[in-house]
């Protein structure tokens, strides 16, 4: 299969340069001849992920002629019914190209569309040139699913359903944005296999699939008809009425321009929606950060940068007006907390839904609101945790989690399996360590025993002695107060700060006088000209050690790249805040929590602080494992739980990582 695939791709290729040369060539000009200001449009239109890139037209014509030469061959009988579904097209050559191999092609169609979303086209140096990027998969937010997750899925969202009283012959299964089919055809699989159903009727009563991508819709109505000799009329009108190309995300409601493509809640999927919903949902949803990088306009792709910033304005403008999400549009949107949302409006009440998607969904204080609404007002009943290493898709690297819940019902006990441990924990734990926030970290059965033990101690935001703030100086609206005149007031960055200390590697300094001017009197009563405690404010999150507090000097200012702590109480106040911040113990629990390379005021506001009164200072030294040895103790923390916090970032390399 592979040689012809290559084939295919080559001829894919030519295609495209035919295309290009038919917009964009002077007559009898050749590629290396093009015009830079010509080649800097190519490339603009090559970057669309609309129909006007012409990379996509000739991609498409490919595969419908594809699909003609099969439909020819296998089904010529349903020619004309198969034409209302499918656009039949000719190349020449293609047909002699693909004889002897032609019951390939439902196969050979899906990796030629999952190939070409996971390639950019350019034209330069003289030539065509296809190049590996995640350009149109992140656009789109499409990931492809390996069989072994796409199986356990679905057979668990299918024997959930059938747990909770759903009757075989009588279950609604969705693919909630489905690509080209990973989990319509794993569903395939398991109603034939395990449950016995005919292929017929899984195709014209049991299953539905949705998707934005009209070439992956096809794709996927290809490997239909691929199971049929002879094509029944309920399995085609099925094809249109079951499987649809739409915009699940935005329903014609009114707010966004009306598109053929939104989903009409009132017409589409006309059966199951009239009947609740769906039994049963599973999804790999698309991931997309609303947001856009003004860096694009910046290189040169000015055509391209803008239709996608209007594409992201307006969208973003629905969601959060339109009145249709309320639990999803917390911060920076992202289509797959979106499609969380819509998947659970498609389905009944107890029917039974089964996702993967980001492990920030139980993390980020973005998800907070959908968390807790899964959390409180659904049955969350299980989450597999994958690490970024896992490398569960082609082409991205992530982080991500498998869970399963039921719309509607009470959440109690939560199984949790990381690697090969298992356990339970129970809803009421959750909430008695993050009450606001509902956060359910990647940790295992012994993580969460020492988060429940240290969580017993009151929070950083309740000591009402200290003041955590971000740096004063705004290194963005007061650049012009920065200097490089030595004024006796030194600037830190958060690239100054060390585990030694501040190394004054930038030679910055503020105009006092000025800035000073512009400060708030709290400001200046509390913060000014004190010794503080400082971190960096950008932290990666694959350091190790990841929170690093030292002390500034008197006539330093901060920075809005670096954190400060200060007590309006004592200075001991903060050298033993510096020996608790700076213990593995702490940096443990930041980290577990955190899932962005910020250090954040709230999150260190949430952080556990024993009685600093209990703290006797000259039981610290130089020494880091015994000044940790100390804080275990403090903490109440036994030998095992002291092991395993020193171990921790072994043991993830270990454990999560092979």
Known sequence: MKDLLDILIAMEERLILIKIEENFFSKGEQIHQVSTENMSLIND???????TNLAFKAHNEFIDA????????NHHNKWFQLKLI???FEIDGLEKCVKGRIELLPKIVELLHITFLNSIFLVEKGSLSRKISKHHLREIGAV???????????????????????????LKCLDFASGTGRFYFEAVEILINKYKLNIYEIITRHLYAIDVDQTALTSLRFNVISYFHDIPLGV????????????ALVPNIGLLHEDSININLSIDFKEPLLNGGFDTVFSN????????NKKQGIKGLGGYYEELSNKVKKEVHFFRNSGFYNHSIEGMLNYYQLSIEMIIKLTKKNGQIGVICPSSIFADKTSTKL????LTDHKLQFIRYYPESANLFDNVSQSTVIFYFQKSGKTSDIEINIADEIFQINIETISSIFLKSMEIPLIDKMGWSILSKISNYRKLKDMSFIRNRRGELDLTNYKDQITDKNTGWRLVRGNMISEEGIINKNNEYVDIDNFINK????????????????????????LKKRMKFTFCKETDIIGNSCNYIISTRKSDDLHKLKYIFNSSLLNWRFKITSSNNHINNYELDELPIIDLDNIKIDGFSSNIEENDEIIFNLYGLTKDESVYIKQYGIKRENIYYE
């Open 86 to 88: 499918f656009n039949f």
């Open 371 to 374: 968390r807790k609404h899964l």
């Open 519 to 542: 400060k708030s009197d709290s400001f200046k009563n509390n913060d000014f000209n004190k010794i503080r405690l400082v971190c960096q404010q950008i932290s990666n999150i694959d």
């Open 285 to 292: 949803p698309p991931y997309f950060l609303l947001k856009v």
């Open 144 to 170: 492809y699913t390996l069989k072994d997750i796409t199986h356990e899925i679905v057979d668990n969202c299918i024997s959930n359903s059938i747990k909770q009283g759903s009757k075989v012959n009588e």
């Open 66 to 73: 594809l699909i003609s030469i099969y439909i020819k061959k």
């Open 45 to 51: 239109n090559l970057l669309f992920t609309n129909s």
């Open 236 to 247: 085609i009108n099925s094809l249109s009425t079951n499987i649809i190309h739409r915009n």
